[in-house]
């Protein structure tokens, strides 16, 4: 499998990918009290969006590179 091939695939599975999940979630624990043995934590859940335009940039470009790769070959 020749390199521009695998470059057009990626880019479309982090397209596909992008536009299915539009964010990516992650949780972080804060420490909100400690008295000695006692403690006690809070989770946060916090987002990161991600554009659609991101998704469909990549799935363009993914089509692109496979297009031209394809011509060449």
Known sequence: MRPASVIAIVLLIIGIISL???GIT????????DIGPIQ????EHKTIPLPPIIGVIALVGGVI?????RRTA
């Open 26 to 33: 992650y949780t972080t624990h804060k420490k909100v009290l």
């Open 20 to 22: 299915g999940y539009q």
């Open 65 to 69: 590179v496979l297009a031209t790769d």
């Open 40 to 43: 006690a934590t809070k989770q």
